[in-house]
């Protein structure tokens, strides 16, 4: 045994782990991605491929040009960046040029995320950042419409009804074939890749419930469609894909919760009293921004807390 | 069996690995040539010698005290001479004052030891001071003076006694083995104890993962009130007051004790020790370790006399199996590295574990991505990555309002973190300079 006594690792308990690690979370977000990924090649044909292509390398190239500015470790491959690249490109529309695609993927990582210190630190979901800049800096190409399949010019279901008063049919938005965004129209597509999520416990169901319940019974309290609510917009793409982001979204369960509920609220209050026909990614922005109080205030009780006091 | 009625909030299931040891009957391993004992064995005081060098000594002879209520004598766990007294490193950390023994191999018995008795002819007041004199710690790995806890303030009643079996630390079958081969001594121990303590309700919980422990248990109690409680698999059911909660359904108040709700929890190894030092005399002078890991060619369970150096326990179970990269006293969850197997078995030695390279590879800790699973593993309902965030800044009143001083220190956040940061780590430091912190500001 003396032999090999100075090479005795000393480190503090615990001494095993569950072997969990960000990459794997991270891939199997990317994985939840997929079917919403083929949804929009199906629907949007070659664009979506250049934009989902375009926007990655966007946002690996400023992942890796930031690390290497501040001089940290490259972690390129760990999933995060490359969830951010394509959700950029899933919250943009077909017909958006390249180009602009690749500059909000820029803002998304670098300043929606790496200049608060990288992953981890951000507080703003980084793809939402991007879709916030690109709406404010291209505001007609952000909202120039495609229909699937043709190509040619339409308005969003929401913009349809908001502004026309005319509705679109459930079916055709629960598989997607409508005008929007690249990865939201299929709600059944993010469906399937929600599900794993959950089923895998990387999300937390109480986000993507709160909201969603609240969208719902709230569109029922103003007399609207619950399920054009549910279904139309960015709204599934965003319950199960950016508020569930852990980064920017509370630790604990009752937080969590909150964060879906109140984003809801949000959400409505915006469709219905709001400017834009479309309010998921403020909503989740917002919410984004009550995170940090909400985990202030927000905590379990302690074990034998209750007690203690009695 | 999916028996989800006594059970608790929060906790991780890591990787039993108990299958290595579980099915090997306790053997009993011949006292080493020369032992080495150190003084200090357990939370408390530690004590002083009573023998000096070139002193003989014999088979359970005292050879250590304090004078602090709240300490156990240590006792001679071979005769023989004392070749010399000075420090050794201990298996907790640092050196201690240890007293060496050469072993003449003859186990002759201290003459002035208690009558072998039974319980009936003793009195609760009598058990408790035998308990005492022999020694007896928790055996579980705390090592808390048993005595201390059979002698609650008298404003605090007690009226349940728990056996805990559980053993919800991976790779330890000790406890197993034991209440295994023997249930009797178990549940006369636990007899003892609810004397002791003047209590009718007793249990004996045990995770549902060993049910033929479970089955020999119940065999063992059938006619007499000890009732054997099958608990659901989950780590840290072992721990005091999820243990509490599992079996009672009442929770110990933070910062409080289990007498608060009224219980007193033991070991299920203290409780054959109570029934031995009743039933021989003898004090407390051996225990069962298991020695087992990936990197352990024979693991096995042994039952070996207090002082026996780790390099004596790994040769017997078949030496190490490959290179040994970490060596653990304890389980993987708690227990405390190694930097050496020069090192004694003490009273809270429960287990040995050897791993090798791969096993125990050193990750270095990633961002935290607040995914929380350390919130929702926490068995004591606190937040470890803010504990955690709060003591390495060095905010330790800021930590203690989110309580701080309520953590455990199970390691189930550090075990699920899939950053591999270093939570428990931190919170214990944070603890330590705390205490320390308020103890200097009171004096």
């Not at chain 1, 599900?195 to 969208?215: A, F, H, M, N, S």
């Not at chain 2, 659901?232 to 005091?240: L, W």
């Amino acid at each position: 045994m003396e032999n090999t006594e100075p090479k005795l690792l000393m480190s503090p308990a615990p001494h095993v782990s569950s072997g969990e690690s960000i990459s794997r979370i991270m891939y199997a977000v990317l994985l939840a991605l997929v079917p919403a990924a083929l949804a929009s090649i199906y629907y949007f044909r070659f664009r979506a491929v250049l934009l989902i292509v375009t926007c990655s390398v966007a946002a690996l190239a400023t992942e890796y040009v930031f690390q290497k500015l501040r001089n940290k470790p490259i972690s390129l491959w760990d999933g995060s960046a490359l969830i951010t690249g394509v959700l950029v490109a899933f919250n943009v529309p077909a017909s958006l040029p390249l180009w602009m695609a690749f500059v909000g993927t820029v803002v998304a990582i670098s300043i929606g995320k790496q200049v608060f210190g990288g992953l981890g630190h951000n507080p703003f979901n980084p793809a939402l950042v991007g879709r916030a800049f690109l709406l404010a800096a291209f505001p007609v190409a952000m909202t120039t419409w495609t229909a699937p399949f043709d190509g040619t010019t339409t308005a969003t279901p929401l913009a349809l009804m908001k502004m026309e008063g005319t509705t679109t049919s459930l079916w055709q938005l629960f598989i997607g074939q409508t005008g929007g965004s690249l990865g939201e129209t299929s709600a059944l597509a993010i469906l399937i890749g929600g599900l794993y999520l959950l089923y895998k416990g990387y999300i937390d169901w109480r986000v993507p419930v709160g909201y969603l319940g609240t969208v719902f019974v709230l569109s029922v309290v103003f007399g609207q469609d619950p399920l054009f609510h549910l279904l139309a917009g960015g709204l599934m793409l965003g319950a199960f894909f950016m508020a569930t982001d852990m980064v920017t979204s509370p630790i604990t369960a009752k937080g969590r919760l909150i964060f879906g509920i109140c984003a809801g609220v949000i959400l409505m209050i915006i469709r219905l009293w709001g400017g834009y026909p479309e309010g998921v990614s403020y909503s989740i922005l917002l919410m984004n921004g009550f995170t940090p109080l909400i985990d202030r205030y927000v905590r379990p009780r302690m074990f034998g807390e209750v007690r203690a006091n009695a | 069996m999916a028996d989800n009625r006594y059970t608790f909030k929060g906790g991780v299931h890591p990787r039993e690995g108990k299958e290595l040891s579980s099915h090997k009957a306790i053997q009993v391993l011949p006292a080493p040539a020369e032992i080495v004992i150190p003084v200090r064995q357990h939370a408390g005081a530690p004590c002083k010698p009573l023998v000096k060098r070139g002193d003989e000594v014999l088979l359970g002879q005292k050879i250590a005290e304090a004078d602090a209520f709240v300490s156990a004598p240590i006792h001679a766990s071979v005769s023989g001479t004392v070749k010399r007294i000075e420090s050794y490193p201990h298996p907790v950390g640092g050196t201690v004052e240890c007293i060496v023994i050469v072993n003449d191999g003859e186990d002759r018995v201290y003459p002035d030891l208690p009558q072998a008795a039974d319980i009936a002819q003793l009195s609760g007041k009598e058990i408790i001071q035998r308990i005492r004199d022999a020694g007896i710690v928790g055996l579980g790995g705390a090592a808390f003076p048993t005595h201390v806890k059979l002698s609650p303030p008298a404003d605090k009643p007690i009226d349940a006694l728990i056996l805990n079996g559980s053993e919800c630390e991976p790779y330890l079958t000790c406890d197993h083995r034991q209440m295994l081969e023997q249930p009797e001594a178990v549940v006369y121990g636990a007899r003892a104890l609810a004397k002791a303590l003047d209590v009718s309700k007793v249990f004996v919980g045990v995770e549902l993962n060993k049910p033929d422990a479970i089955a020999a248990l119940q065999k063992a109690a059938s006619g007499t009130n000890v009732q054997i409680i099958g608990l659901t698999v989950k780590y840290p059911q072992g721990a005091e007051k999820q243990l509490i909660q599992a079996i009672l359904k009442r929770e110990v108040p933070a910062g409080g004790l289990p007498m608060d709700v009224g219980a007193v929890v033991s070991n299920v190894g203290t409780a054959i020790a109570v029934a031995n030092t009743i039933q021989t005399g003898l004090p407390l002078y051996q225990r069962v370790v298991t020695v087992s890991g990936e990197g352990i060619a024979e693991p096995s369970n042994f039952l070996v006399r207090l002082g026996t150096p780790f390099s004596e326990l790994i040769a017997a179970a078949g030496g190490p199996k490959g290179t040994p990269r970490k060596i653990i006293m304890g389980g993987p969850m708690t227990g405390f590295a190694q930097h050496t197997t020069n090192i004694p078995v003490i009273k809270g030695t429960s287990g040995l574990l050897v791993f090798t390279e791969g096993q125990v590879t050193a990750t270095e800790p990633g961002p935290c991505i607040r995914c929380g699973r350390c919130v929702e593993a926490c068995p004591a309902f606190l937040l470890p990555v803010t504990l955690a965030n709060l003591a390495s800044a060095n905010m330790l009143e800021d930590a203690a309002s989110y309580g701080l001083l309520n953590c455990m220190e199970c390691g189930s956040c550090s075990f699920v973190c899939p950053a591999n940061r270093y939570l428990v780590q931190n919170i214990k430091v944070g603890k330590q300079q705390l205490i320390a912190k308020r103890r200097q500001r009171a004096s």
